[in-house]
Structures are given as structure tokens and as C-alpha cells.
């Protein structure tokens, strides 16, 4: 096994953890969806949460974006990562297939800040004016 093959199963279990455990335990059970009776969020997140974790208090969601390991930062740092680590791998070892990995890894990565979330996700969010990312993107006003 290669060290590159290594870092990445790790990535993807730290990925696939943190979206689908850390998240419905954390941030979830404080969101109005966990609430709303036959409601679903966007990600579908609050229907997970709701089997796996107690209800939490509506005026502790916004500490999902507090401090410096809060979730966002974690959820960014997931994000992220497969594109900073590319580069090193680029530098080293070029190749065209690589190259057309980050570009596309950053074009969905653009699409989803400046498509999806201020455009679909989050303008239609019933949390958005409790959300910090809401608060951030200007959707409240819309």
C-alpha cells in the first residue's frame, strides 16, 4: 500500500465520520429541522440526527461556527484538503490527469460556495437567520 493510497482511505473515513456522525451529533440536534415534524433539511442530515442523537437547544447553533475547532472549521479543513495536498503531488510528480483533478475539484468547490449555498441551499433554509453561514453569505435579507 503507498503512502498516497493510505492518506486518502484516511481522508475518506475522517470525510465520511464527520459528515455523517460528527455532524448529526453536534450541530444537527440544535437546528429547526430537528424540530419541524416531517421536515428535511437540504443534506437530509436531521433525519439521521434525529435516531442518533437527543434534541438539542435552537440558541446553540450558532456555536457551530465558535472557536477554533469548531465544526465549520473542521468541515472547511475536510473541504480543503484533498486540494492542498494535490499541489505537493502536482509539483512532484506532474501529470495532465492530476492538473485536471484540482481544477475540477475546485470548480465543484466554487460551484457549491457560490451556487449552491447562496442560490438554492441556503436562500430556502429555514435556519438561515440562526446560521452563521446564512449570516455570512447575506442570504437573511433575501
Known amino acids: 500500500m503507498t503512502l498516497g493510497f493510505l492518506i486518502g482511505v484516511i481522508y475518506v473515513i475522517f470525510a465520511f465520520l464527520q459528515m455523517y456522525i460528527l455532524m448529526p451529533l453536534t450541530v444537527c440536534p440544535n437546528c429547526v429541522y430537528y424540530r419541524?415534524?416531517?421536515?428535511?433539511?437540504?443534506?437530509g442530515l436531521n433525519l439521521i440526527s434525529r435516531k442518533i442523537a437527543k434534541e438539542g437547544k435552537p440558541e446553540d447553533f450558532p456555536k457551530r461556527a465558535e472557536g477554533i475547532l469548531c465544526y465549520n472549521n473542521i468541515y472547511m479543513a475536510t473541504l480543503f484538503f484533498p486540494i492542498i495536498v494535490?499541489?505537493?503531488?502536482?509539483?512532484?510528480?506532474?501529470?495532465?490527469?492530476?492538473?485536471y483533478f484540482i481544477i475540477t475539484v475546485i470548480g465543484l468547490l466554487l460551484f457549491?460556495?457560490?451556487?449552491?449555498?447562496?442560490?438554492?441551499?441556503?436562500?430556502?433554509?429555514n435556519a438561515k437567520f440562526t446560521c452563521p453561514i446564512g449570516e455570512q453569505i447575506g442570504v437573511r435579507d433575501k
Do not use: Q, T, W
Not at 457549491?112 to 430556502?124: E, G, N, S, V
Open 112 to 125: 457549491r460556495f457560490f451556487i449552491i449555498f447562496p442560490k438554492i441551499a441556503c436562500l430556502h433554509c
Open 36 to 43: 419541524m415534524k416531517d421536515s428535511r433539511c437540504v443534506s
Open 86 to 99: 494535490s499541489f505537493p503531488a502536482l509539483i512532484l510528480n506532474f501529470s495532465f490527469i492530476l492538473l
